[in-house]
């Protein structure tokens, strides 16, 4: 729905260009919702950009900038004039011109905040690290003392601006900044119009602190279902808002890091688009390392290189061991992976679960080891041959089942992110034990293999 | 922070029942925040809950309710008299009243809505299919008259009930029931008392139909940023509202599936602790499906089973060139599926993203193949052997980066989930031909081999 009406502007767009009548161009980008308009913008040539940008009025610029994602707002940004770009910044909200001028040439970003007339509210947020509760966070909130009645809150709500981005509560604090508590829009329209904000709000907030890990952050606000949450400093002064917005992102933003980094993509900001230099520069690393541990299983076949020259039929069979390991790892890895981003692994649960995964292991290792072992030897008519399928296959998998459990709870007790080095480590194990359990069996029962 | 907090509570009532303080127990208990609550009661075994449950109030037991996991919550259900669980019941929020319904047997349920005095606002609720909008959405929220002002309405949100779940909105619906609009708290305080609710509502309202796929409700509320979204039926009756909480737990079930579908465990609710007979009824399906392709990729060696006789080194690398492809291939894929996940694949950009992943496997392709190629000669001195492996892992990189981006965009264009099968379907052919390509080459090259 929202892609056809996209690609129906877009159609309108170019055609106004072609003819040169910007004013209608802009007025079809304008028609779409912001969220919509950065969608369009960001499928318009560079040609287009540079022809609708200098029309597009302030309000409109800032509101593409906020949209955009970070390296198209950064393009953006750096082809505008400094004092343009100082106005757009002041009407961003705070978070967002943040965003942009950390993406910015710092004697740039300088120039931007040297002209800015807002630079107080973004300063404070230029020094906290992205990944952090405090890189995440607004300083656009509504901040109240504890002793104004609901009657004056009210009458302080008519006066300021409406465009603030966190609507939903207020945020009582007192003379040095403080939070003591909150209280929701609704709480102050129910209230008595002379009762203090101090007696109706909720003194219990669940806040965090500017530098807390802002998936550690992300995770307390989908516990407690919390639509914003307060960010605070070391000694409890209020210092900003993340919003449900900043949530969403957050969730998206680590899925895909974790799915990538089980998939050895280290960069999460990779994309299906990305330029081919770039993909290449970040993916060949994590290749190279695959291509180490898959030398090193190669390593482990050679030592028995002369087993080959007599029982051809062993590097018929061999990968299979090796590759149903991987699988199986794989599968205990995935959810013990998933399980720790999510929160729910306990010291307790940890080792429950490794040897729920282990009792787990036997069983898929004695039903595919059966089958396999039966099928090889069908095939084969070699019923030794079917039996170290079999044990190899059953070892294996066991094995695979305690790697794909430990290496992630063992990178997590380290600190380090489980889902980052899991992959290569765990399909090292399973290619190399698969290999030497086979053809070690092979070695030993190599007369009825003859 | 939290989770020793809840450890210490978790201390505290099992020290209170083996002292048969029970009152304790649950005064314990209700010092927590609802959310870990229910954390703490899920750790509890299954004596201590038995002893809990039947003294806490009404309302802790909906809370209760309203935060275990389903499949937690309808075991306490069952175990609840049934006027006891109607009244619960009348006490949740209907959407989570309608989940634990639905996880009741079609009888007991049958009982229990009819014991309800709210049964009206829940019924609604269990015709939509769970993966739906319908299924998600809740029907507790505030719908206004359009001719009403601004001060009727606050008069009104006086006398209701505060503990609506959707605080943010006020829905404004015609007689019919049409919604024809929506106003924030915020608007309605600073309206002037007599201005009438659709003076000042925003008429452009965004949407889903109740028989809208919850996956495509959670992209639309994100792409908007909505911590709020109503659900209409098909003339366009509101119905329900989506909340932002109901959003985040969307999110996450979905890149849960997204991680375990890639990684072969095709059911999302598998956790690491759920039972060994559940765990491997649900995965042993899929390592046998992988059986299969290993075996068929077995049958392509197979057919070079005198090579081995003849050259047993080549048994040493096969195994590099079809595990570097795999490799290659998940790299592209796991990017696919997620940009498909996020709704970033559209036709143009899709082929686009082909060309782009099939010029990086060319240049990641010649630079793993080169470097192994050099390696494998510096080891076995064969620059034959060295030749035959840059060769195979550049045409199966190549082969891999083609079917890593093909496979998902295929599934995805007849309409299936591109994680489902994805990752068998891709290994299946890098793994294939990647023996193929190897021992094809190498019976050209045979005679420089030996």
């Known amino acids: 729905m929202e892609q056809a009406q996209i690609d129906h502007t877009l159609e309108e767009i170019r055609t106004a260009l072609e003819d040169g009548k910007v004013p209608d161009a802009i007025a079809a980008l304008i028609k779409l919702h912001p969220a919509d308009r950065a969608d369009a913008f960001s499928d318009l040539d ?19 900038l906020e949209e955009l994602e970070d390296d198209e707002a950064a393009d953006v940004a750096i082809g505008l004039p400094t004092d343009l770009l100082a106005d757009i910044l002041d009407e961003m ?13 710092p004697a740039r970003a300088a120039q931007a905040l040297a002209e ?3 630079a107080d509210d973004v300063i404070p947020l230029l020094g906290h690290p992205d990944e952090t509760a405090g890189g995440l966070m607004t300083t656009s909130f509504i901040a109240i003392k504890p002793g104004t009645t609901a009657h004056e809150t009210i009458e302080f709500l008519r006066q300021i601006s409406p465009a603030e981005e966190t609507p939903y509560y207020l945020y009582i604090v007192d003379q040095a900044g403080h939070l003591a508590g909150i209280v929701g829009m609704r709480d ?44 605070i400093d070391d000694v409890g002064v209020l210092q900003g808002v993340i919003t449900h917005d900043d949530l969403v992102e957050v969730l998206e933003d680590e899925a895909t890091e974790d799915i990538y980094r089980l998939a050895n993509v280290p960069d999460p900001d990779l994309g299906i688009d990305s330029p081919v ?12 390392l695959n291509t180490l541990t898959a030398l090193f299983a190669a390593w482990v076949i050679s030592n028995f290189e002369g087993l080959f020259q007599q029982v051809a039929v062993l590097a018929v069979f061999q990968s299979v061991v090796a590759g149903m390991g991987g699988n199986a790892a794989t599968q205990s890895l995935a959810m013990f992976v998933r399980a720790i981003a999510l929160g729910e692994v306990s010291t307790q649960l940890a080792w429950r ?35 170290i399928m079999a044990l190899a296959l059953l070892g294996n998998i066991v094995v695979a089942a305690i790697v794909g459990t430990l290496i ?11 889902a980052l080095a ?7 194990v399973t290619d190399s034990i698969g290999f030497a359990l086979f053809l070690g069996l092979a070695t030993i029962f190599l007369p009825h293999l003859r």
Chains 1, 2 share one sequence.
Request: charged fraction near 20%; avoid cysteine; glycine fraction near 8%.
């Open 46 to 64: 560079h040609d287009d950009r540079a022809a609708l940008l200098p029309q597009l009025d302030i309000p409109s610029t800032a509101d593409l």
């Open 188 to 231: 102050l329209i129910i209230a008595g119009p002379e009762a203090r904000v101090d007696s109706f709000m909720d003194p219990d907030v669940i806040s965090v602190k500017t530098s807390t890990d802002q998936e550690d952050a992300a995770r307390l606000m989908s516990h407690y279902d919390l639509a914003a949450m307060p960010v």
């Open 277 to 288: 230099g770039t993909s290449v520069r970040r993916r060949l690393p994590w290749l190279y």
């Open 353 to 387: 679960s490794l040897l729920r995964q282990v009792a787990s292991g036997i069983i898929q290792g004695i039903a595919v080891g059966a089958v396999v072992g039966l099928g090889v030897y069908a095939w084969k008519g070699n019923a030794f041959l079917g039996l």
């Open 93 to 105: 909200e705070p978070d967002e011109a943040a965003d942009v001028l950390g993406d910015l040439p």
């Open 116 to 118: 800015m007339e807002e």
């Open 408 to 418: 992630p709870l063992g990178l997590k007790a380290i600190n380090l992110d489980p």
């Open 422 to 428: 899991s992959s290569v480590l765990v399909t090292a």
